[in-house]
């Protein structure tokens, strides 16, 4: 509950009068505030949630999960929350899985409300005789952790123990640094978001090859550290790639560590490949060198000018001497040694007013140095919304496609249907082309209408009307088989829709034209 100056600039100060108090430079909320709250850790892979909760903020934690952990969450989510409590998620994440208790309260600020009836606690990931991983630490010490013996298990249990991938995910989500762990074959079996981020890896990534994904960096220094590593020899290398995402250069430290995973000899069979983006500490270094550069710089001109005044000084005070000396005879002299006294002072003063200016050029660089690391924030953010946007338009994009693919198949289907069952019918796409190879699709250029329309615009009337969605009969006169007379027959044209109601093409019945009634005398 300790905050700095800047950090609290927005507060109001009634509730900073209120609620805090000052500590140095800092603000501290008070105790009786700090008494009414309850700090834990929590982890929503094995841990029971608490009841009846009003709200859960749980911002860009969701995305980083499997899509059975991202499940589980919602579910204790679910239970959790009390009728009507609110979840409030990150931009790139949803409630879909669990669509039947929450909806949505602000969809923009991706806020949900929980209704409903109460959910059950789902099981835990792994059995209770399984050794879970600490909740704290790195991966190191969580793949150095003895395999249970065999036999040790409950009979039952033995095929249904968590692989390595389940017991270190819950501390690759809490790495700050990127982590892969490859086999002899490079292939990928665990990789968290930070590594994802790093090589620039998207997509499904387990069990593929990681040296071709990541090609952000070059693949020779990259396959050489496995290598070496599955030999026995851990190495750590430092690469200059170039930050597609951005622009600019990037400077990333990769250390490859070899592990024993299964049982057997002693040689490693898989690879830790641990990554750090050094980039923001090789510019920072970079700004002190040239500023270091340029602080011993000034010290060396000042260093001169100061073994400058030091001489001049020497030199006056010899002659200060010799001027007392003949002080009686030399007044003239006298007044000499007083106008380069003056002159000493004079250069005194230059010195302090360069210091002065000195200090404020400092200054001007410190404040210069805040405005881009705050430009630098807010590219960062900027950078994470236009993620978010892109995910949710792959997603639309995704959805439109399934839908014309079923729209396409259940066209198919209907035409397979009906050329089972007669010839005398013709199948239309949106586009007005049939689609069938019936004896009516095949005389569809060769009617003529019998009302004295021209043969072209009678049957594209036909079909623009039936595909703009109006039921048509129309009669036409159509050639008959192996060049006999031609016959007149009545066309139905109905339209076919979708799911949705829309026209998604049509369907045309041929039958023999009914005879005409004589008119009465």
Not at 142 to 164: K, Q, S
Not at 406 to 432: F, H, Q, Y
Request: net charge negative; no cysteine.
């Amino acid at each position: 509950g300790l905050y700095s100056r800047s950090a609290v600039a927005s507060v109001p100060p009634e509730l900073l009068e209120r609620y805090f108090q000052r500590v140095g430079d800092d603000y501290e909320i008070r105790k009786n505030i700090r008494a009414l709250t309850v700090f834990g850790q929590h982890d929503l892979a094995q841990r029971a949630p608490f009841p009846r909760i009003d709200l859960a903020v749980t911002r860009n934690v969701l995305i980083y999960f499997t899509p059975e952990l991202q499940k589980r969450a919602l579910h204790l989510f679910a239970f959790s929350l009390r009728e009507g409590g609110l979840l409030v998620l990150g931009k790139a994440e949803s409630v879909s899985q669990l669509q039947d208790h929450f909806t949505p309260e602000e969809p923009r600020l991706k806020v949900y409300r929980r209704h409903g009836e109460r959910v059950l606690i789902p099981p835990t990931r792994s059995a209770p005789w399984v050794r879970q991983p600490p909740m704290a630490g790195d991966l190191r010490s969580a793949l150095r952790m003895p395999a249970p013996v065999i036999g040790t298990e409950p009979r039952g249990l033995r095929d249904n123990r968590p692989t390595i991938a389940e017991k270190s995910e819950q501390i690759l989500l809490r790495l700050p640094m990127g982590v892969v762990l490859v086999d002899r074959g490079y292939d990928i079996h665990l990789i968290n978001g930070a590594a994802r981020r790093a090589f620039e890896i998207h997509g499904t990534a387990v069990d593929r090859d990681f040296v071709h994904l990541a090609s952000v960096v070059p693949s020779q220094p990259l396959r050489s550290g496995i290598d070496r590593a599955l030999e026995g020899d851990n190495s750590s290398i430092e690469l200059h790639t170039e930050d597609t995402s951005g622009g600019g250069m990037r400077t990333l430290r990769l250390t490859f560590e070899g592990h024993r995973i299964g049982g057997g000899s002693a040689v490693p069979d898989s690879v830790l490949v641990i990554v750090e983006d050094l980039t923001d500490v090789t510019a920072r270094m970079s700004l002190l060198e040239d500023r270091g550069t340029a602080a011993a710089s000034e010290l060396s001109a000042l260093t001169r000018r100061a073994d400058l005044l030091a001489r001049t000084n020497e030199e006056l005070l010899s002659a200060n001497h010799e001027l007392t000396l003949a002080n009686a005879e030399l007044r003239s002299a006298n007044e000499e040694l007083l106008v380069g006294s003056e002159e000493v002072q004079a250069a005194t003063e230059e010195v302090e007013t360069l210091n002065e200016e000195l200090q404020a050029t400092n200054e001007e660089l410190e404040t210069l140095n805040e405005e881009l690391q705050a430009t630098v924030e807010e590219l960062n953010t900027t950078n994470d919304d236009l993620e978010a946007r892109s995910a949710e338009l792959e997603g639309v994009a995704s959805m439109m496609r399934h839908q014309q693919d079923e729209r396409d198949d259940a066209l198919r289907n209907i035409a397979d249907g009906l050329l089972a069952s007669r010839d005398g019918i013709a199948v239309l796409d949106r586009s007005g082309e049939p689609i069938t190879e019936t004896e009516l699709a095949s005389l569809l250029g060769a009617m003529r209408p019998l009302d004295g329309e021209p043969t072209i615009a009678a049957r594209r009337g036909l079909q623009a009307r039936v595909l703009h969605g109006e039921r048509v009969v129309g009669r036409y006169e159509v050639p008959g088989k192996d060049g006999t007379k031609a016959r007149p027959v009545e066309i139905v044209g109905e339209p076919i829709r979708d799911g949705d109601g829309e026209v998604m093409g049509a369907l045309l019945t041929m039958r023999p034209a009914p005879r005409t009634r004589a008119k009465p005398q």
